[in-house]
């Protein structure tokens, strides 16, 4: 098995294979959260007027995200999975767009196959993986807005690379990193109303879902859905 580390766009737009874009902080965490609390599908866009198109076309869709990690205005929730842990989605459609983790489940042109990736759900990733025994994986960390690398993404895309190979991780270790760099923005006071410290546990709490998160692609939309583990 040949694993590539990949970054960013141009990373999403190389990889090839079973192709795992990573979004630690926070979309593709929050995500895991939805469809556990009932979510039937979830539409990822990178178009913020794409997203505000669908809902207007079905008003009972949620619609969830952030632009420079803010809810932007008419959306449901922003991208915290603070705001939506509690929140019954018993059947609902999510149209979710971000700065970073959507785009490149758009932009992943030549994989042969996609799952989200984060530390809530890496051993089933890792397991899936396994079942799956393909040729080629590629973990594309995608940065803070696609535009730098962020800790929180690449040591993710380490995570899974290790487990493959065999290699021991220190978690620990990885999330204290995590805390001085890139996630030390949730400690920040004036950043609390939009990015809590909450969010930060809730988006390292390793391993607490035992599913993936799989694209498809459903009448020319992209559409993400649960595959358990068990």
Do not use: W
Request: glycine share 8%; proline share 3%; with cysteine.
């Amino acid at each position: 098995m040949e694993i590539r580390l990949l970054n960013l766009l141009e990373g999403a737009r190389e990889a090839t294979g079973l192709t795992v874009i990573i979004d630690v902080f926070r979309a593709f965490s929050l995500e895991c959260y939805a469809v556990e609390n009932g979510a039937a599908r979830i539409l990822p866009v990178g178009d913020i007027e794409q997203a505000y198109q669908l809902k207007k076309e079905h008003p009972d869709y949620v619609l969830i995200g952030e632009r420079e990690e803010k809810k932007p205005k008419g959306f449901d929730f922003g991208n915290s999975p603070s705001q939506i842990r509690e929140f019954d989605f018993s059947g609902k459609t999510i149209v979710h767009t971000t700065s970073s983790g959507t785009q490149g489940l758009v932009n992943a042109v030549n994989a042969d196959e996609i799952i989200t990736g984060s530390f809530v759900n890496a051993g089933a990733i890792i397991e899936y993986i396994r079942r799956k025994k393909p040729e080629t994986v590629s973990l594309v960390g995608m940065g803070y807005a696609t535009l730098y690398n962020v800790e929180e993404d690449d040591l993710c895309g380490l995570y899974i690379s290790n487990a493959l190979k065999g290699i021991p991780n220190d978690f620990e270790k990885m999330k204290e990193e995590i805390r001085r760099t890139s996630g030390a923005r949730f400690f920040i006071n004036e950043n609390q109303h939009f990015a809590p410290k909450i969010d930060f546990e809730l988006c390292l709490n390793i391993n607490r879902f035992n599913f993936v998160l799989k694209r498809y692609i459903e009448n020319e939309a992209l559409v993400l859905k649960r595959i358990d583990l068990s």
